[in-house]
């Protein structure tokens, strides 16, 4: 789900938040012979949240930088990916019970990428005042699952209709070519020569996923037919016969079948499978969540000095995989293993893979950086960290 744009691509202190631009500051190292401090994931999460406000948010315009330090090449500030995973751990904060203004910051931020100009209005890959980027129906389908998890949390009703408004966009990404799915990006529908003329598992998966909670909310019955026709999509032309998991597109031109896999895609397929167990009480979704769930448990770890780890490599791809364990282990009590590695990985990078800046490594096994510096691999920190804390019952009272 890399936007075309971006292809060629704590330390824990009291944190002052500057009335100037984000500056290249180093913050200090630790000292190894520091005693340890217990400290709740509720604050883990909190104030990982504080350390990107402080490096990250471009206080003149109030969006946020895609990397920090700032890169050459970055233009003016993030793509609406980064911001994607921000807003989803502001969601988890605000469950936890946070009500610091500052939270409102990331929703402020995305209202700057809205395309009214464009119909049906939707999303941009980057800030309109800028430019009008690319539309992608994967960002779009993510910004409405955000919306939908600001209703549930703070009983925003304009939230969910924001959400519902999606649809109008997500229908334009669906057509017969290589039998149905959505689109990645609305700009190449119509250029089938080109590879980025694909349908995306991404885009079809988390569009199969907002419409499913979309159902929950509305009982609106296309939502569910809309859903369903996607995920028979998903299942016919997309996942591997062999492991249950799940490729990445399928180029429209030619039929020719991505067979990259990563965490993401299976997460949120097992999230849908349990969405459809829960809305139908069918045993046959949860048995194929309980199946995906096993294959990448085991296909995606490795082992490291002897501990279990998911990829080196993509953190806010993995944390999705982790929200599908959670959908799971509200069902099954043995999801609670997967969900067990997980912790286990985040207990890690808190403690072993940071760097100067206290920011975290893209390999949370510590053993190098990765791309340390890119806003999206520290919104993922903020989600999981949150998400564990809502799971172990920790409140901010």
Not at 72 to 77: F, K, L, N
Not at 182 to 197: A, F, G, H, M, T
Request: net charge negative.
């Amino acid at each position: 789900m890399k936007n075309i744009q971006k292809t060629g691509l704590l330390l824990i202190s009291i944190l002052f938040f500057s009335c100037q631009e984000n500056q290249d500051n180093e913050l200090t190292s630790p000292d190894p012979t520091d005693p340890v401090v217990s400290i709740s994931y509720k604050e883990k999460a909190k104030q990982t949240f504080d350390l990107i406000q402080q490096n990250y948010k471009i206080n003149s315009t109030g969006l946020y930088l895609e990397n920090f330090p700032k890169q050459s090449d970055d233009r003016q500030s993030s793509f609406l990916w980064s911001l994607d995973a921000l807003l989803t751990g502001v969601n988890q904060l605000k469950a936890i019970g946070y009500k610091d203004q500052v939270l409102s910051d990331p929703y402020n931020a995305l209202d700057k990428y809205y395309d009214s100009q464009r119909l049906p209005n939707a999303y941009a890959a980057f800030p309109v005042q800028y430019s009008l980027d690319d539309r992608f129906y994967d960002d779009n389908a993510i910004i409405a699952l955000e919306l939908i998890e600001d209703y549930e949390i703070n009983k925003n009703q304009a939230s969910l209709d924001r959400a519902i408004q999606q649809v109008d966009f997500s229908i334009t990404g669906e057509d017969s070519k290589a039998g149905g799915g959505i689109y990645w990006v609305e700009q190449y529908k119509n250029k089938p020569e080109s590879d980025l003329c694909n349908k995306a598992v991404c885009a079809t998966a988390f569009t199969t996923t907002y419409l499913l909670k979309l159902y929950q909310h509305t009982k609106n019955e296309e939502y569910l037919k809309f859903a369903k026709r996607l995920y028979l999509w998903l299942n016919a032309n997309t996942q591997d016969p062999v492991d249950h998991l799940f490729w990445n597109d399928i180029r429209v031109r030619d039929n020719f079948v991505n067979k990259t896999k990563w965490t993401y895609n299976s997460g949120a397929m097992i999230t849908n499978n349990i969405l459809l167990y829960e809305i139908s009480k069918d045993q046959i979704y949860l048995n194929e969540a309980r199946a995906i769930a096993s294959s990448a448990y085991r296909v995606f770890t490795r082992t490291v000095d002897g501990k279990l780890f998911f990829p080196d490599h993509d953190s806010w791809f993995n944390v999705c995989l982790f929200r599908g364990y959670l959908d799971l282990l509200n069902h099954d009590p043995n999801a609670q293993n997967y969900v067990n590695t997980f912790i286990s990985n985040a207990d890690y990078a808190w403690e072993k893979a940071r760097n100067n800046y206290g920011l975290f490594y893209e390999d949370w096994s510590g053993i190098k950086p990765g791309r340390d510096k890119w806003l999206l691999q520290q919104a993922a920190l903020v989600e999981i960290y949150g998400r564990i804390a809502l799971l172990k019952g920790e409140k901010q009272l």
